[in-house]
């Protein structure tokens, strides 16, 4: 009950911020940025925050690439190893969106672009259940962070 | 049967209008009149303010007005199935359910998951991205169905399929009508 006005609250903040993107149309979308808009945005929403509970959230999404199978995993969720692209436009796709929604991780000198051949190596393999890969990369990333020095 | 005469008539007339309005004076406080008499008026004060297309309403070969998304388009009523942005539409379009093609009818929550698709505009003959978000939180609407479904892909893909029932993350899932909301150009491939 008391949950109900601040869920409709958050519905005029999405309505709103949306026409607020419709009104930002000056240049025309392109590029990875528009496959993000056709392919991704849609769950992701503009701002990558996704829906509680239902669609994981983008931000901080640099961090899977500091855990053994989290760079894979990026590429082996259904949302990216169905996407209607070839693995060259998935793989730009990917560099994108790590640049957009964590710029510290995609800017770092460790950082390694995704390029075709890699995509299309873990994209043969996609995950039959990506929350459970996702919860267990998080677990490896959260003990490795209270063992650290 | 013959037809009664003309003076028969009245007295028809009038014996209909003595006992309806005896039955009213029986059946209403002067109260509940004053009341409804005064939403009436309410009413009617109320109606020029609403939203209303008068894009059909406009001379042939004038540009349209620009939707509340600042998007021109050619002439064309956006509550018909055959407006440019309702090219990968399936639903009940809000401009039909007291809402318009970029706002959600009173009562109801836009759902922030949705699919995008494009369209092609024909007053320029630009591909433009459109968000189909669904109104939530009210029973189907029912009027004004469109199924039109470019680019719309079977079910099992489904960030491409418009027969999702895209209310499952707005705070009520009950679907009630589909927006088509401009969010930019497509550049072109």
Redesign the interface.
Known sequence: MTARPALAALGVVAAASLLAAAQAHGEPISGPRLDYVLHCMGCHLEDGSGAPARVPTLEGVGRFLRVPGGRAYLVRVPGSAHAPLDDGALAALLNWLLLRFDPGAATAPAFRPYDAAEVARYRAAPLANADDERRRLLDVLERSATTAP | MSRPEPHAIERLVDRWAETTARQLARGLSRRSLLGRLGAALAGAATLPLLPVSRVSAAPPGEPAASA????EGPEGDPSSCQYWRHCAIDGFLCSCCGGSH???PPGT??????????CRNPADGRQY?I?Y?DCCGKSMCARCFCNRNEGD?PAY?P??SNDINWC????STVYHCSTA????????R
């Open positions: 509340p998304d600042g998007i970029t706002a959600c929550t836009m759902s922030p998951v949705t699919w995008i698709g494009t991205v968000s978000n892909r893909l960030p491409k499952v993350a707005a705070p909301i401009v969010l930019g150009v497509a550049a072109d």
